[in-house]
């Protein structure tokens, strides 16, 4: 008796690991997910949405001209993922030697340019294997001065309707808790309580209130955070916005509370969707003054061939 308790136990425990070993999201095949809804040859992807007709109906949003700044300052109070950096070393003062010695300062700037700050993701920076979105290869595509297709400097002016789901409003905190996951019933009762539906080609924002850690406790900053999981990825995929962005480091819940799954919603919205991804974005202010609805502005460093830009987006209403 004692002897088939203890097998029983151990093939229960077997089988509760096998069970825990399936993740609860797996890449999408190529063959299911390429070629992109925008075709085999697409670079731009959710990016495609830019129109005139986005920009006329962003443009109406705009009824005070107040301009709200989306993006944290580049400098010593930065929170950075892993080794990136941004190191700037003032180069002063050049002394012209003509009559009315001009002065002429500068700087020189040593970073990671593609990926730190307010960021934002172009479709070089993730994959799944040596596969990009719409199954492009890695290796037939990067040479040693950048990345031969999805660079970031062909993406361009994004002017669009943006609205900001402010979830930490919705669940009644200054901030939601250090990994919580963001999900389907969240997205929807904030949009109900703010009375927004999502349009295909907006910019999707997310507020967690995470963003109030940053440049204050960097450390905890990125060492976890709240934000969309798996399922709302999924949701807001179907919406078909242009972006999807948060005031946390990576969109997304981090670390995911699938413990085999890395950063999934990278790989939802840059590799299967074509969607890009907007980090690090300072949203106390249109939270704080409850803004849901603007015209989003943002272009891009022209970046030959970058994975990404730092940016510095604005909400004007
Ligand atoms: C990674 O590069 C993993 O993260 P992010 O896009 O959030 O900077």
Known sequence: MKAFTLG???????????????????VPSESQR???????????????????AAVLNAAKLIKTGEVIELAHVLGPNMAFFGTRRFDM?????????????????????????????????????????????NCQKVDENTDRTGFKKFGIHNVGA????????DVAAFKGVEMLDDNYEISV???EGALKKQNLTLQPGDAVIIHTGWGKLYGKDNPRYVKSCPGIGV???????TKDPMLLG?????????PNPDKQLSLPVHQIALVVNGIHLLEN??????????VGEFAFVMQPLKIQGGSGSTVSPIAVR
Not at 8 to 20: G, T
Not at 158 to 165: A, S
Not at 231 to 237: E, P
Request: a negative charge.
């Open 8 to 26: 029983a136990a151990i093939a229960l425990a077997f089988s509760a690991a096998a069970y825990a070993q399936a993740p609860s999201w797996t």
């Open 34 to 52: 390429c070629p992109s809804k925008w075709g085999a040859a697409d670079e731009r992807g959710s990016a495609n949405h830019q129109k005139p």
């Open 89 to 133: 070393h003032t180069k002063r003062t050049f002394m012209n030697q003509f009559s009315n010695m001009r002065g002429s300062n500068e700087e020189i700037i040593i970073t990671e340019l593609g990926q730190v700050g307010t960021q934002f993701d172009g479709f070089a920076h993730q994959t799944h294997l040596n596969s990009w979105y």
């Open 158 to 165: 994004l002017f669009t309707r943006g609205v900001l789901i």
């Open 185 to 187: 019933g969240d997205l």
């Open 231 to 237: 399922q709302a990825a999924l949701w807001l995929a």
């Open 246 to 254: 948060a005031d946390n480091w990576p969109v997304e819940v981090a």
């Open 281 to 290: 974005l300072k949203l106390d202010e249109l939270a704080q003054k409850g």
